[in-house]
Structures are given as C-alpha cells and as structure tokens.
C-alpha cells in the first residue's frame, strides 16, 4: 500500500548535479542535489515529448538507504504515462526499496488514488506542490 503523507519534503544545501533528460530546451528538467539526502528535483513538463527522458532521469537518480527522493514542486504537468513510468521504476527497485515523492501535483496524487487504490509499497508521497 502506498503511503501519503503530508509533511514537507526534506531540503538540502549540497549543490545540484544536472542529470541527462536529453537536449536542455526540452520541456522537463532534472537536478539531482548531493550530500547525505540525494533528491532528484524536477520541473518543466512530462508529457508524450518526454517519457523517455523522464524514465531515463529516474533510473539514473540515485537511491541511498533504499530511498529514490523525488522532488516534484517544480513540475507543470504529469500525464497518466509519465505517472505509470514512476510506477515501472518504483516497481524495478530492489526489493525493500521505494520511490518517495515530495510535493506532487494534486492530480498525480489523484491518479495514484484511482489507478493503483490499494496502493503500491514502492511508492511514498509526501506533500502536495501548492
């Protein structure tokens, strides 16, 4: 089952690393910041134009202490494939591992809700982006 929560996402003063969404005036972004908390922060848009990017920054992210932190504050718009490749990567962690998720958009939250409603036990959501 998935958990939602609602606290705020955790913040670090490490410097951002640019992971590779592909050419840099495409429509998504993705930083990863370093230090003891790695957090892949997103913006722009995943939408047809970027769900290879989108999968590609995801498994590129690194996961410490079983933990991929994705901070989504920044993202515009999510359709319900770029959700569903989250989905796929959250599933393809190793076993024990999950995807936490900070400040998503209200609508991806609803679709996690009416897609998957029992939940997924590799996927945390924390907060929504306001």
């Known amino acids: 089952m998935a958990a939602i929560e609602d606290d705020g996402a955790r913040e670090t003063d490490a410097p951002s690393e640019p992971l ?9 972004r993705a930083t990863e910041t370093t230090g003891p908390l790695p957090v892949l922060h997103v913006s ?3 939408d047809l134009n970027s769900h290879d990017d989108w999968g590609r920054v995801l498994r590129q992210a690194t996961v410490r202490h079983g933990e991929l932190h994705v901070d989504l504050a920044g993202l515009a718009f999510i ?8 989905v796929d990567v959250a599933r393809g962690l190793p076993e024990g591992a999950r995807v936490v998720v900070h ?6 939250r609803r679709m996690m809700e009416v897609l998957w409603p029992a939940g997924l036990d590799a996927i945390t959501i924390k907060g929504d982006a306001r």
Do not use: I, N, T
């Open 20 to 28: 590779e969404p592909g050419p840099p005036e495409g429509p998504l």
């Open 44 to 46: 722009g848009s995943v």
């Open 79 to 86: 359709d319900m494939r770029g959700v569903s490749v989250l």
């Open 103 to 108: 400040r998503a958009p209200p609508c991806m």
